[in-house]
């Protein structure tokens, strides 16, 4: 999300910066890039297709579908079957791919899950899926409710939602996931337009001798085996800090002190 420009929309201030943190990603074991055609529109796609392709098999891109931009920056829903049908294959161009890794249907608006039936928009991915278009289908910015009528409707393999220290509403859908093997995957883990800051976090990053948003990252990966993260950057650098907190073990009192941030 933060390869395009400011507020994204339109092209990065460095292409070529951007261009190094997703060649830097995959070098690194990066094995999971989250992408979608809003995006700029289309810049973060075109980006990730001069960067990588073809990528790896080992690489899973994935992408959404459920909403368009506007002139203003804006994120209209775009959820009918014929507006999901060519935002699927807008991303397979851009991306110049013949098949989606993995297509997350969005949900909800820019204030989060909204209720509503999701039943449709799956049915119209399954379609696709089943013409060879998508290999693995998934939900973002849902409900627990829509994650159940999106689960009668097709096999998906991962829910994706504003999750962090100091966002946990999804505690239990997460546990429930987990229980099903199905990856949950935290969108704004580090708190996005406004960066997590706690005294307790800051007080773990310190004696850890780490920044605070690498142990924010290692905070969400001891909470569930079944968390994917997605940390959004546009430099080398904050990407390598990014990779950081995976090799962060944080222990019992560590644990108890961060939890308290989302008390």
């Given at each position: 999300?933060?390869?395009?420009?400011?507020?994204?929309?339109?092209?990065?201030?460095?292409?070529?910066?951007?261009?190094a943190?997703?060649?830097?990603a995959?070098s690194?074991g990066?094995?999971h890039?989250?992408?979608?055609?809003?995006?700029?529109?289309?810049?973060?796609?075109?980006?990730?297709?001069?960067?990588?392709?073809?990528?790896?098999?080992?690489?899973q891109?994935?992408?959404?579908?459920?909403?368009?931009?506007?002139?203003?920056?804006?994120?209209p829903?775009?959820?009918?079957?014929?507006?999901?049908?060519?935002?699927?294959?807008?991303?397979?161009?851009?991306?110049?791919?013949?098949?989606?890794?993995?297509?997350?249907?969005?949900?909800?608006?820019?204030?989060?899950?909204?209720?509503?039936?999701i039943?449709?928009?799956?049915?119209?991915l399954?379609?696709?899926?089943?013409?060879g278009?998508?290999?693995?289908?998934?939900?973002?910015?849902?409900?627990?409710?829509?994650v159940?009528?999106?689960?009668?409707?097709a096999?998906?393999?991962c829910?994706?939602?504003?999750?962090?220290?100091?966002?946990?509403?999804?505690?239990?859908?997460?546990?429930?996931?987990?229980?099903?093997?199905?990856a949950y995957?935290?969108?704004?883990?580090?708190?996005?337009?406004t960066?997590?800051?706690?005294?307790?976090?800051?007080?773990?990053?310190?004696?850890?001798?780490?920044?605070?948003?690498?142990?924010?990252?290692?905070?969400?990966?001891?909470?569930?085996?079944?968390?994917?993260?997605?940390?959004?950057?546009?430099?080398?650098?904050?990407?390598?800090?990014?990779?950081?907190?995976?090799?962060?073990?944080?222990?019992?009192?560590?644990?108890a002190?961060?939890?308290?941030?989302?008390?």
């Open positions: 999300m933060q390869l395009a420009g400011p507020w994204v929309m339109g092209p990065p201030a460095d292409r070529d910066g951007a261009i943190v997703l060649r830097e995959v690194r990066i094995t890039i989250d992408t979608s055609e809003a995006y700029g529109p289309r810049v973060t796609n075109e980006l990730i297709r001069e960067a990588l392709h073809p990528h790896p098999e080992s690489v891109v994935a992408t959404k579908v459920g909403a368009n931009r506007d002139a203003e920056g804006g994120w829903t775009a959820r009918t079957p014929d507006d999901l049908r060519r935002q699927v294959h807008s991303n397979l161009e851009s991306l110049g791919v013949e098949r989606l890794d993995l297509v997350n249907m969005r949900m909800g608006d820019a204030t989060g899950p909204q209720p509503g039936s039943t449709e928009a799956m049915e119209t399954v379609d696709l899926q089943r013409e278009l998508i290999a693995q289908l998934g939900v973002s910015n849902v409900t627990a409710e829509q159940t009528e999106a689960r009668k409707a096999p998906i393999v829910v994706q939602n504003l999750y962090n220290l100091a966002n946990r509403w999804d505690d239990a859908l997460i546990d429930e996931l987990a229980a099903d093997g199905i995957v935290p969108f704004f883990p580090l708190g996005g337009f960066p997590l800051q706690a005294d307790a976090l800051t007080a773990v990053a310190t004696r850890l001798a780490a920044t605070p948003m690498a142990v924010a990252l290692a905070w969400l990966l001891q909470r569930s085996d079944n968390i994917l993260l997605i940390p959004g950057t546009s430099r080398v650098a904050h990407l390598r800090e990014n990779i950081a907190g995976a090799a962060i073990s944080l222990t019992e009192h560590d644990v002190v961060l939890d308290s941030i989302g008390v």
